[in-house]
């Protein structure tokens, strides 16, 4: 049977994308299915070296773990590290040199095939694979190759559930805004928005999760729902941007540490989300991609 999908994208970066599709791998494994993460893209400093020595997102080598999965570079084949000499591109864990990176970053469809090999693969052992998108699928200046987003739901036809961080401020005016500024085909495959990292009284959000999908709803012809309100947690889960990796091995004494705050996540995920409908919302991957 056909993996399912769902992708997380967000109005920005650090609005927690990379955590909630964490908590969603430990809760979905919670419940006996067979979940993997990926993320076409990685642009971070930071990286989790596999044994063989081929970086992956940090982020990546969290959700594995929280699904119960060894790091695979499968999970993140297109790695970007900026350094003082400039960017530089590893993809499958291979470092490319300057000429070949520039190759790929001028023609993004073929490096969409190669993600799309990776992933194929990938799915192939999987009932439910978690998209993370990367930074925001609205930046303007990348619209059309943009391989961890838009063009990476099209190839997949992915759902996509849209994630805003209330804690920045302009919550709503984000959510709706990036719905907004993408293409109708793009917009179409809005399914679903998450607003994150809420502190206090999860009460005093009302009424703007109703009036957002209302204004919203005249816009599209459509309902997109507000799938949930998350709360804030101090989880101090590993960050893919911080300058200091926190991230210390899966034997070491941070493993339970990480294993509580998935687990806590997971359970705040399964109280504040309309899982229903986020289920109803999944799709299967397609017998052939491009």
């Known amino acids: ?54 970086p992956i997102g940090v982020g990546q080598a969290v959700q594995a773990f929280a699904a119960g999965l060894a790091p695979d570079s499968r999970m993140n084949p297109v790695c970007l590290c900026p350094g003082e000499q400039g960017m530089t591109m590893y993809l499958h864990g291979r470092r490319l ?42 930046e303007l200046n990348l619209m059309g190759r943009d391989i961890a987003n838009t063009l990476l739901a099209r190839a997949l ?4 559930v849209l994630v805003g961080d209330v804690e920045r401020g302009g919550v ?11 293409s109708p085909e793009d917009r179409a495959r809005i399914t679903g928005l998450i607003i994150n990292k809420f502190h206090g ?7 703007g999760p109703r009036l957002l999908e209302e204004r919203l709803e005249q816009e599209e012809g459509r309902r997109i729902p507000v799938l949930g309100t998350v709360p804030a947690l101090p989880l101090h889960l590993p960050e ?43 799709r299967t991957m397609p017998d052939s991609l491009w």
């Open 240 to 282: 893919e941007d911080t300058a200091v990796n926190p991230f210390v091995g899966w034997d070491s004494p941070k493993r339970k540490e990480l294993d509580s705050g998935l687990d806590r996540l997971a359970d705040a995920l399964e109280g504040s989300l309309d899982l229903e409908t986020l289920e109803r919302q999944m």
């Open 1 to 54: 049977m056909a993996a399912k999908i769902l992708m997380l994208q967000g109005t920005a970066s650090h609005v927690g994308k990379t955590t909630l599709a964490a908590g969603l791998c430990r809760l979905y494994r919670r419940r006996g299915w067979k979940v993997g993460p990926f993320k076409a893209q990685n642009m971070s400093s930071l990286t989790y070296c596999l044994p063989d020595g081929r």
């Open 172 to 182: 709503f005016a984000s959510l709706y805004g990036t719905v907004r500024l993408l």
């Open 201 to 207: 009284d999860i009460r005093y959000i009302n009424p």
């Open 157 to 160: 036809g992915a759902p996509v």
């Open 97 to 138: 040199p300057p000429d070949e990176a520039e190759g790929f970053y001028r023609n993004p469809q073929r490096l969409m095939r190669e993600v799309l090999g990776d992933f194929a693969a990938y799915a192939a052992e999987k009932d439910l694979l978690l998209i993370e998108g990367a930074g925001s699928p609205a």
